[in-house]
């Protein structure tokens, strides 16, 4: 039996070493194959009840393109700081409704919250950054898609703390690298998924890099994607990767619901396009 | 006015033209390497919550200068708050970006090409290419080259924010006038009332830390 993100986090064992009696609560019977495939990671998964967030500007509810929003919410300031309040505004760019649509593409029966941590005056606001982040990481959440990044370095360290916080309470963040010449964050950490563009026109394939940081490579070039009002757009850029390993992610989850973030990893990169057998 | 003043003044003045230069250069190069229609940088304006536009090439050059818009809407505001590139090759398709556009620009692209202008830690602006060639779909390798250009105008644009601080103090609008103030009166001082400025001075600095 697997056990789930938050007893994972909550029980009381002594974490840092094994007594002889305590090896078979921890024993983690899954069925591997002799070879990981595609087949076996995510063949026939529709990502059915896999929880995924999209920490962005919101999507746009009624989207033609994204289907059903389970949760909507925006991180606001107010007088006593800063809140997580119900989000009836949808998305203010465009961006988040964009990226809810293609996760909504590869996992039709996924579950798709939408945080919304950037739009109308929030440009640079890397504490309600930080706070959408908890937020979903405390709501357990498996799969966090960030199609964003920021470059402020005080709150590197922080950012780095949840995305720790996330691999070991199993919430897979999945991140756009930035091929720009800056530090941005947090797709540099080793913790979360990080992702950048190829060309090619297949939204399931996807390439492992052996030469982090960026660890995988999605299509990201000239797609359609979700827009505002209803509409779509032909668009490139890393943004639209992410939610492409986001949402692999979650057909694979919905098969294989026992994968810890690490394990998960393991099998994107055993069913990547350029690795092994499948190369 | 004092030698400092002056030579202040000239610094600042003659660097302003200068890096508007250099940024108006780097949009010229922009739209011809990708054989575009226009290329503009807009700056980030914190004060007004605008994304102003600084340098155009092209379609529109000459009267879009200053012009502002809300800088978390449309395609810039996007790569502005999510720090990434962005290239959108249907824009017709957006009927809230086209009605924009043509009501603040009356020129509607077919196409865009937007990168975010970052400086260490900050994000200065946004550079646009519009409508570049159109006999070939959008490759990673232009969106590297766009990559590049970004980081030239982002310098350029920093540098122009620097001279624009400089003169703001020099002219006695921004925040630091008064310190301007004080230095250009220590340097045209004499006698006890100079030594103990000085004196106030370095002990200021002191106090202040390395």
Redesign the interface.
Known sequence: MGVTAHESYEEELPAWSLPADARDRIRLPVEWPDRVTREWAWGGSTGAGVRVCIL??GVELDHPLVGPVQRSVAVVRGDEGLRVVENDEGD????GTACAGIVRALAPDCELASARV???????GGEILLAGLEWAIEEGFQIVNM???????NYVERLHELADRAYFRRTMLVA?A???????FPWRFASVISVG???DPDPHTYYYNPSPPVEFFARG??LDVA???G?????????FATPHIAGICALVLAKHPELTPFQLKSVLSLTAANVGAAA | MSDLQAAVAAGVLGAEDGYRSLLQATVEVARAIFSARASSVFMLDDERDELVFEAVAGEGASELIGRGFPSSTGIAGWVLVTRQPLVVDDVTADTRFSQEAAESTGYVPKSVMAVPLLVEERALGVLEVLDRRADARVTLAEVDLLGLFANQAAIALDLLQRGRRARAAFEGRGELASLARVAARIESGEGPQRDAALQLLSALERLVGP
Not at chain 1, 118 to 124: D, E, M, S, V, W
Not at chain 1, 147 to 153: E, G, N
């Open positions: 962005d500007s203010l760019c465009g961006h950037l739009g109308a005056g929030y440009t640079g199609s964003l990044s920021t470059t402020k370095r756009s930035h091929n720009m010449p800056v530090e941005s563009s190829h060309e070039v000239d827009w505002l009002d509409a779509s757009l032909r668009c490139t850029g890393n943004s």
